[in-house]
C-alpha cells in the first residue's frame, strides 16, 4: 500500500533500533577469491517494529539481475531477520496547526504504519565484511 501524506500530515520514515548487526563474509567462501557480491533484499516492517518479511530484490536500480550465490544471500536472510525498528507513523496536526518532524503538540494523532524498506548489502572479500546501504 501506497501513502498519500496530506497537507496536515508528517510521514515519519521506520528506522533501526540502535546500530544493526551486518551480515559477514561467509566463512566457506573464504579462499575462493570471488568477485564483489551485492545482495538486495525488501524487508516489511510492522507497525510493531518486526520484520515480517523478508525477500530478494532484482528489479531496483543498482542491483545485480542475476543472484548472488546462495551463501551471501542466506547470510542477509539470517541477520536481517533479527533487525528491530521503531515502527513507521503517520502523524496528523489539527488543521491550522504547525507541523514538526517529531510530531509533537495538542491534538496531534499518531498511526502506526506498515512500510517496506529496500537494503542492498556488498560484500568484498578484501574487507571481508558486508556493507550495507539503504535505497530510497
Given at each position: 500500500?501506497?501513502?498519500?501524506?496530506?497537507?496536515?500530515?508528517?510521514?515519519?520514515a521506520a528506522s533501526t533500533?540502535?546500530?544493526?548487526?551486518m551480515p559477514i563474509y561467509?566463512?566457506?567462501?573464504?579462499?575462493?577469491?570471488?568477485?564483489?557480491?551485492?545482495?538486495?533484499?525488501?524487508?516489511?516492517?510492522?507497525?510493531?517494529?518486526?520484520?515480517?518479511?523478508?525477500?530478494?530484490?532484482?528489479?531496483?536500480?543498482?542491483?545485480?539481475?542475476?543472484?548472488?550465490?546462495?551463501?551471501?544471500?542466506?547470510?542477509?536472510?539470517?541477520?536481517?531477520?533479527?533487525?528491530?525498528?521503531?515502527?513507521?507513523?503517520?502523524?496528523?496536526?489539527?488543521?491550522?496547526?504547525?507541523?514538526?518532524?517529531?510530531?509533537?503538540?495538542?491534538?496531534?494523532?499518531?498511526?502506526?504504519?506498515?512500510?517496506?524498506?529496500?537494503?542492498y548489502f556488498d560484500f568484498?572479500?578484501?574487507?571481508?565484511?558486508?556493507?550495507?546501504?539503504?535505497?530510497?
Amino acid at each position: 500500500e501506497r501513502y498519500q501524506v496530506k497537507d496536515n500530515q508528517v510521514f515519519l520514515a521506520a528506522s533501526t533500533v540502535g546500530e544493526p548487526s551486518m551480515p559477514i563474509y561467509p566463512e566457506s567462501l573464504m579462499g575462493m577469491l570471488l568477485p564483489d557480491q551485492r545482495v538486495c533484499v525488501e524487508l516489511t516492517i510492522s507497525t510493531d517494529g518486526e520484520v515480517i518479511e523478508i525477500k530478494t530484490v532484482s528489479d531496483v536500480i543498482g542491483c545485480p539481475s542475476v543472484m548472488p550465490r546462495m551463501e551471501f544471500v542466506q547470510a542477509v536472510l539470517d541477520q536481517v531477520a533479527t533487525w528491530q525498528f521503531f515502527s513507521a507513523e503517520i502523524c496528523t496536526f489539527p488543521e491550522g496547526g504547525k507541523k514538526n518532524e517529531d510530531c509533537s503538540g495538542e491534538g496531534v494523532s499518531k498511526k502506526l504504519v506498515p512500510i517496506r524498506l529496500i537494503y542492498y548489502f556488498d560484500f568484498s572479500f578484501k574487507k571481508r565484511r558486508a556493507m550495507a546501504g539503504l535505497k530510497k
